[in-house]
């Protein structure tokens, strides 16, 4: 980032409006404060802000397989009981519209998503793990993975198309266009593409490269299985003297701190990408001339989990969890301590 700054000085502070490029406009940096992006966050406010969220998401999502799970399990048991729904029909009808979900909402449509792919060997981890906990739900629902693609009757439906292909996994940094509808003019698609891939090359060009690592994985009550990270910054003098710099192949001054006050690199990277969108008229509220309000619901501040204020997450799949799509109740709180 520091890079990018130097390059031209009247973006270093966040707050100066920047003159556009390619038919943009002015933007104010001042945008970015307002809807949370904290242009010069630290690693340390970053990862705080970060943990907190986590640990809320933790403690709700424990809160609900433990009580409100079972409390929904029952209440349709009752109305089966009652006859007020017949269990094979109802689960049969929840389980297609799960699937739609998957589909694609409109045909024509895309929507721009920044992302960090994931490589080897993290990949090879992260699918491990992901294979663990389905096998584990396999063990807790009495059955084996092939039995349960079976959407008529396994007591729990774990499709292929609900989880990632190992290729697509990726970290999401940001959405800077929501929805949007091909052009038929093929010149101006053309146009469109380019001008995006100009946009992400302006920004990445500017950066350095950085680090982060797993904070946690996370399976959600709508059945998001995720992967949590937090960043870490450059060892601060006072911290790397309590560092074992022997179990690090980099030299000493490339060690990593979880709690450094250097800028956070995904904040500073997400705030960089939606900006330079702004500055192209790229972003969605340009787009639909809805004002700044557009721009929060373009970026992921809240598009993960309610609330997610600093996220920085790998989505491993989106399991039929829920007691709706079930034919046998599941002893999720097992699976969520696993």
Request: charged letters at 25%; aromatic letters at 6%.
């Amino acid at each position: 980032r520091r890079a990018w700054a130097r390059a031209d000085p009247a973006r270093r502070s966040p707050r100066v409006p920047v003159r556009g490029m390619a038919g943009g406009g002015a933007v104010n940096y001042a945008v970015l404060d307002q809807i949370s992006i904290g242009t010069e966050e630290s690693v340390l406010d970053a990862n705080e802000k970060r943990s907190r969220e986590y640990e809320r998401q933790a403690r709700a999502n424990d809160e609900y397989f433990s009580k409100e799970y079972s409390e929904e399990w029952l209440k349709q048991q009752r109305m089966y009981r009652a006859g007020t729904l017949e269990q094979q029909e109802w689960v049969l009808e929840n389980r297609r519209g799960y699937q739609q979900d998957f589909d694609v909402l409109k045909e024509g449509s895309t929507q721009l998503i920044a992302t960090i792919s994931i490589e080897h060997p993290l990949r090879d981890i992260l699918l491990q793990a992901r294979t663990a906990i389905l096998d584990k739900l396999c063990a807790l629902a009495g059955m084996d993975q092939q039995s349960a693609e079976d959407i008529k009757t396994s007591p729990i439906w774990l499709p292929d198309f609900a989880t990632i292909p190992p290729r697509d996994l990726h970290i999401t940094l940001c959405l800077p266009r929501r929805w949007r509808v091909r052009e038929a003019d093929e010149n101006a698609a053309v146009a469109y593409n380019e001008a995006v891939a100009a946009a992400l090359a302006e920004v990445a060009g500017g950066h350095e490269m950085f680090t982060i690592e797993v904070d946690r994985l996370a399976l959600e009550r709508d059945g998001s299985l995720m992967v949590l990270f937090r960043t870490v910054g450059p060892a601060t003098a006072q911290r790397s003297s309590v560092v074992n710099t022997a179990s690090f192949p980099e030299p000493a001054g490339r060690l990593m701190d979880r709690g450094s006050s250097s800028p956070d690199p995904i904040t500073a990277l997400r705030s960089e990408i939606i900006a330079e969108f702004m500055r192209r008229n790229l972003t969605h509220s340009q787009w639909t001339g809805q004002g700044n309000s557009n721009i929060k619901r373009a970026t992921i501040i809240n598009s993960v989990g309610g609330a997610a204020d600093g996220y920085i997450h790998c989505s491993l799949g989106r399991l039929a969890i829920g007691p709706k799509y079930l034919l046998k109740q599941v002893p999720l709180q097992d699976l969520n301590l696993l």
